[in-house]
T-cell receptor, first 114, second 113 residues
Framework: DTGVSQNPRHKITKRGQNVTFRCDPISEHNRLYWYRQTLGQGPEFLTYFQNEAQLEKSRLLSDRFSAERPKGSFSTLEIQRTEQGDSAMYLC????????????FGPGTRLTVT | SQKIEQNSEALNIQEGKTATLTCNYTNYSPAYLQWYRQDPGRGPVFLLLIRENEKEKRKERLKVTFDTTLKQSLFHITASQPADSATYLCALGFSGGYNKLIFGAGTRLAVHP
C-alpha cells in the first residue's frame, strides 16, 4: 500500500461552481478525517468518519460542504457554490482504531477559487 | 479562549546544533500531544506522540517533552542537518473525541550548512 492518496492535486474553479475531491485512505484504516489548511496556519479539522458513519462535523463545515464515505473505503468532499474564502489546501488523513493515535495524511488538494 | 502557540518566527540554526521548538497551549486538557513535519506542498508526516502521563519520549535524533502543569511541549532535534529544514506542527489529541487533532500554526525550521 502506498499511503493516502488524494485527487485531484490541484483544482482551479470560478466562484459559484461546485467541486468534488476524492480521498483514498490506507486500505486497512477505518478512520478517515478531512482537514483544511490555509497559508501559514496548521490544519483545521472539518469532519471524521469511522467506517461509513460520519461521526463528527466541525462548525467550519457550512451547509455548502458535504462529505461522504459510502462503503467505508474512499471518501468525497463536495463544496457547492464555491467562494473565494474556500481557497485552501484540503487534506485527508486516515488511521486505524486498532492502532496508535497517529494519523497518516495524503498530499492534499489545493483549491483556488477565482 | 483556547489557543495553541508555536514560535511564529522561523528558527534558523547551524548544522550540527540542537533545534528546540516550543508548543504552548491554553484552556485545553489534551490526553496526548503529537508532532508532525510538513514540507512545502505536502501533507504532514507523523513524528512522535507523547501521552499526558509521560514526561519524555525519544526517537533517534528526536526528543519531545510534555509538561501538563506548564501546558507546554518542547521538541528537540539533535545534530541537526539541512534535510531537517521543514515546518513542524504540534497537535493536541483528546480522549473520547474520535482522535481528531487540534493543530498549532507550526514553526518553520531552517538548518544552514
Amino acid at each position: 500500500d502506498t499511503g493516502v492518496s488524494q485527487n485531484p492535486r490541484h483544482k482551479i474553479t470560478k466562484r459559484g461552481q461546485n467541486v468534488t475531491f476524492r480521498c483514498d485512505p490506507i486500505s486497512e484504516h477505518n478512520r478517515l478525517y478531512w482537514y483544511r489548511q490555509t497559508l501559514g496556519q496548521g490544519p483545521e479539522f472539518l469532519t471524521y468518519f469511522q467506517n461509513e458513519a460520519q461521526l463528527e462535523k466541525s462548525r467550519l463545515l457550512s451547509d455548502r460542504f458535504s462529505a461522504e464515505r459510502p462503503k467505508g473505503s474512499f471518501s468525497t468532499l463536495e463544496i457547492q457554490r464555491t467562494e473565494q474564502g474556500d481557497s485552501a489546501m484540503y487534506l485527508c488523513a486516515s488511521s486505524s482504531s486498532g492502532g496508535g493515535y497517529e494519523q497518516y495524511f495524503g498530499p492534499g488538494t489545493r483549491l483556488t477559487v477565482t | 479562549s483556547q489557543k495553541i502557540e508555536q514560535n511564529s518566527e522561523a528558527l534558523n540554526i547551524q548544522e550540527g546544533k540542537t533545534a528546540t521548538l516550543t508548543c504552548n497551549y491554553t484552556n485545553y486538557s489534551p490526553a496526548y500531544l503529537q508532532w508532525y513535519r510538513q514540507d512545502p506542498g505536502r501533507g504532514p508526516v507523523f513524528l512522535l506522540l507523547i501521552r499526558e502521563n509521560e514526561k519524555e519520549k525519544r526517537k533517534e535524533r528526536l526528543k519531545v517533552t510534555f509538561d501538563t502543569t506548564l501546558k507546554q511541549s518542547l521538541f528537540h532535534i539533535t545534530a541537526s542537518q539541512p534535510a531537517d529544514s521543514a515546518t513542524y506542527l504540534c497537535a493536541l489529541g483528546f480522549s473520547g473525541g474520535y482522535n481528531k487533532l487540534i493543530f498549532g500554526a507550526g514553526t518553520r525550521l531552517a538548518v544552514h550548512p
